[in-house]
């Protein structure tokens, strides 16, 4: 109760228009590169974590009626060269995190429920570890599990390493990053400018599995682009927007929860914009925030994996 109270009153300033809407100018997009998918790749999503808001609070014009589900996941990618985590979600440390350093004005904005962290589905399914973690950004939400997987490298890009590790409450949970036993592996988009990207990473050298930068959310923010062998398309755009009437429309997230989780706001609506772009120039392509269950949903849940379909 004392949740909702809160989401209305934040929200209701925000609806009094404190901000103006920006001019949404799309940039017209360009077409994606051909992939050469190995029919075997597949990923599955587990869903660490979830809550209700108000669509109010997650994107800006939201309606202050209509709930809102929210997923914490983390995607799970298996190409028959290597295996690793796109986020981490919410992890088996989550509530003693939360509970000593989340601020104590934002818990109410960002309470949690029914935890079940990855290292514990994938244990009960008798699914093996990765060994590397890719953050689409270092924020509590996405980085709380590292250390439930010891063993795995934390991949991200220099400039999220460092915003991680003097980053602080609400957005960044110290703790997360204080492990002697974390294991960074930095890295840079050291790969071709991609459909107006302006540098790449392709992991795997068959343009399946493609890392692009986002910058804006954090100055590191990173988007994984998946291409399954039967032509189907997946770009997951961590918390570039919230919701995907955010692409749609397309609208910045709402105004306050924006100055308080978006390091750069301009440059996320125009990650946004580009988004859009993206997607108009490449019918087919889901763009998959990382928190809208609406979308999760569609795809189902690990144990379940989404595949090409067969031939
Ligand atoms: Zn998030």
Request: glycine fraction near 8%; aromatic fraction near 10%.
């Amino acid at each position: 109760m004392r949740k909702m109270i809160v989401l209305l009153v934040v929200a209701a300033l925000g609806v009094w228009r404190l901000w103006p809407l920006p001019e949404a100018v799309i940039p017209p997009g360009q077409a994606l590169p051909a992939a050469q998918a190995p029919a075997t790749l597949r990923f599955a999503l587990l869903k660490t974590g979830a809550a209700t808001t108000l669509e109010a609070m997650v994107v800006a014009g939201g309606s202050l009626f209509r709930p809102t589900a929210i997923g914490h996941v983390a995607v799970l990618v298996e190409h028959p060269a290597g295996r690793f985590l796109f986020d981490s979600g919410l992890g088996t440390a989550i509530d003693t995190q939360f509970g000593t350093e989340m601020a104590f004005w934002a818990k109410p904005i960002f309470a949690y429920r029914q935890v079940r962290p990855a290292v514990q589905q994938l244990r009960d399914a008798g699914v093996a570890a990765p060994d590397r973690i890719f953050l689409s950004h270092a924020h509590w939400d996405h980085a709380s599990a590292l250390g439930d997987f010891p063993q795995a490298e934390v991949w991200v890009p220099d400039a999220e390493r460092d915003t991680a590790l003097h980053g602080r409450p609400p957005a960044f949970l110290p703790s997360q990053f204080s492990s002697p036993t974390l294991r960074w592996h930095p890295f840079r988009f050291d790969g071709p400018a991609v459909a107006g990207f302006p540098a790449s990473l392709d992991l795997f050298g068959d343009g399946s599995v493609v890392l692009l930068p986002l910058p804006g959310h954090t100055a590191g923010s990173t988007g994984l682009l998946l291409s399954l062998a039967d032509g189907r398309r997946y770009f997951f755009v961590g918390d570039t927007v919230w919701n995907h009437r955010g692409i749609d429309q397309p609208a910045p997230k709402f105004s306050i929860s924006s100055l308080i989780v978006d390091a750069d706001r301009d440059a996320t609506w125009q990650a946004v914009l580009a988004l859009r772009g993206l997607r108009d120039a490449n019918p087919g392509l889901q763009i998959i925030p990382a928190h809208d269950s609406s979308v999760h949903d569609t795809l189902g849940y690990f144990p379940e994996y989404v595949m090409a379909a067969a031939r």
